[in-house]
């Protein structure tokens, strides 16, 4: 049976069952108190398993887990305590990811994949501006056109802006002062630099699930520039939740999980968050475990965190928590009764004189039950605490194998292209419209100069007939008779003339 050690009690040293790791959890605790070292130390346990594990470095300091650690300070002093040997330390296969691209291997979203709720979380939108942004993926959706990026959701917005009147009818009501208050958090967040983080490639989860020599590869996102943008953190890691949801299969209990994730700073995925939205997160918690999925949270307070999701979490590791304000004693109280009484402890005065490195620590057995709390140290870590330099670090991602896949962005066809050939086509339809309907025109006015132009000829043609004189009082037919009369005279008289002349020629030869 798997199990991952982190701490030690005594003699007895508290592990996470394997089969229990999917059942989530919780490091809580004030600033200072070790939560980082907790967290590191569990990550090494899963990848030692061969679990591959993700992780978010809020403080740019958890890169050292690709180098072996050092026996010597606190870390030294540890080992030696718990007689762990010198084959304790070791390194760990990492591999490097950032938002922006400048310190690890890009990680992109399309707009599409992440979806108008968390799109309107991450802009910060009231519900009729959410309302409308449903709007205009819909159309997009009935049209085919794909939303990948910033400018092609700007473009659908102006599409659907101009045509209104069309998309009133059928969809609802387009209000521009919702497009424009969209148009502007867009602008917010390219400010951010989300014009970086939505695109194409876009981020295959199935590269983050990978192993090396046996080992797990860990996962680290470097989250010190996107902490500046905490809608943006919060709305990635809520997206990566519900993609993995979608895309892994049921597997139900394991012995040991597929796959672990840890989100510091957890609180900045429920600060402000709607009642939907935090629904939506509390079910997939809830559900992610059956696809072999464990999930920790990392966070100084347990009030932090909505009571629907403390309550999945079964894995859990207090540090100490400071009481100076009635807050704060609130917040110990409350984590207090989150574990299972231990006769020995006094939960609630523990929680407040535990050292660095020191956690009151409660794990689900192998029934799922909470074991009872024990007050315990963490576990030293096997890697070395120092982050690498900026200049290792970079060489490392960029000689990753996964480097090239993910480097440069790319401009697929999309909605921005669908759209100019729409327009392209529409205007060209509205100038064919334009030309045919002059030309119509052209071929009426055409037709009523003829009309003019008809009774003039059929006079010349008359007064020819008549010698240009005209008679008073005689009508129409009087005068072309008489023309007529007068033609073959001349005709009659012709004729003669040359039979004459043409016999007093034969006489005279």
Known sequence: MTTFPIARSGDNTLEIQGKMANRHGLIAGATGTGKTVTLRRMAEAFSNEGVPVFLVDVKGDLSGITEAGSDSGKVGERIAEFNLGGGWLQNFPVRFW?????????VRVTVSEMGPMLLAR???????QEGLLNLVFKVADDNGWHILDLKDLRS???????????????????????????????????????????????????DWMQ??????????????????????????????????????????????????????????????????LVEQVEQVVRLIRSKGVGVYFVTQNPLDLPDTILGQLGNRVQHALRA??????????????????????????????????????????????PAPVERALVLPPQSALTPLSAEARNARFQSDSLYPAYKDMVDNYSAFEALIEANAQAAAEKEAEAAAKEQAKAEKAAAKEAEKAE???????????????????????????????????????????????????????
């Open 98 to 106: 950032d938002v922006f691209g400048e310190t690890g291997i890009p």
């Open 122 to 128: 991450l802009m910060n939108l009231n519900d009729t």
């Open 156 to 206: 659908m917005l102006q599409h659907v802006s101009e045509h209104a009147a069309e998309y009133r009818t059928r969809y609802g009501n387009v209000s521009a002062a919702s497009v424009g208050a969209i148009q502007r958090q867009l602008l917010t967040l390219e400010n951010e630099g989300a014009e970086q983080f939505f695109g194409e490639p876009a981020l295959n989860l199935e």
């Open 211 to 276: 192993t090396e020599n046996g080992k797990g590869i860990i996962n680290i996102l470097n989250s010190e520039k996107l902490m500046r943008s905490p809608r943006m953190y919060s709305a990635f890691l809520l997206w990566m939740l519900a993609e993995l949801f979608e895309m892994l299969p049921e597997v139900g209990d394991m012995d040991k999980p597929k796959f672990v994730m840890f989100f510091d700073e957890a609180h900045l995925m429920f600060d402000n968050a709607a009642n939907a």
């Open 324 to 369: 100076f304000t009635p807050r704060d004693q609130k917040a110990v109280r409350a984590a207090a009764e989150t574990f299972r009484s231990n006769p020995a402890i006094n939960v609630a005065e523990a929680i407040g004189e535990l050292g660095v490195g020191e956690a009151l620590v409660s794990f689900l057995d192998e029934k799922g039950m």
């Open 455 to 509: 009774p003039g000829l059929l006079d010349g043609f008359l007064g020819g007939l008549t010698g240009g004189r005209k008679k008073s009082g005689q009508g129409l037919g009087y005068n072309v008779a008489d023309s007529i009369g007068s033609q073959i005279n001349r005709q009659v008289t012709n004729a003669i003339s040359r039979s004459v002349m043409g016999i007093i020629k034969n006489m005279l030869k």
